[in-house]
Nanobody, 118 residues
Framework: QVRLVESGGGSVQIGGSLRLSCAGSGYTFSGASMGWFRQAPGKEREGVASITNYGATNYADSVKGRFTISRDNAKNTLSLQMNSLKPEETAMYYC????????????WGQGTQVTVSE
């Protein structure tokens, strides 16, 4: 059974930092591309950052220079370091996996809430 479990969300003030983690199990973590997505109330889900199985990263323009995605294949863990957070980044953050050979993100976590207040 595939599981993705996010943690690390919470409430911070504008300009603060949070580190999200995602623990994966039930699939070959090291072979999967991984990503972080977010969805704010009333808005569409958007991609935040992604990392391939060989470590290449990609970021949404809005987070470049402030967020860092990383993975630890030995621990089956994906992380997202978020700095200089803004109120408009308040959202539910989701971890997702695109397993080897899949064309889309086919596994999703339940999400962790991030709230940035002024």
């Amino acid at each position: 059974q595939v599981r993705l479990v996010e943690s690390g969300g919470g409430s911070v003030q504008i300009g603060g930092s949070l580190r999200l983690s995602c623990a994966g199990s039930g699939y070959t973590f090291s072979g999967a591309s991984m990503g972080w997505f977010r969805q704010a109330p009333g808005k569409e889900r958007e991609g935040v950052a992604s990392i391939t199985n060989y470590g290449a990263t990609n970021y949404a323009d809005s987070v470049k220079g402030r967020f860092t995605i990383s993975r630890d294949n030995a621990k089956n863990t994906l992380s997202l370091q978020m700095n200089s957070l803004k109120p408009e980044e308040t959202a539910m953050y989701y971890c997702a996996a695109q397993s080897y050979g899949a064309s889309v993100y086919n596994y999703w976590g339940q999400g962790t809430q991030v709230t940035v207040s002024e």
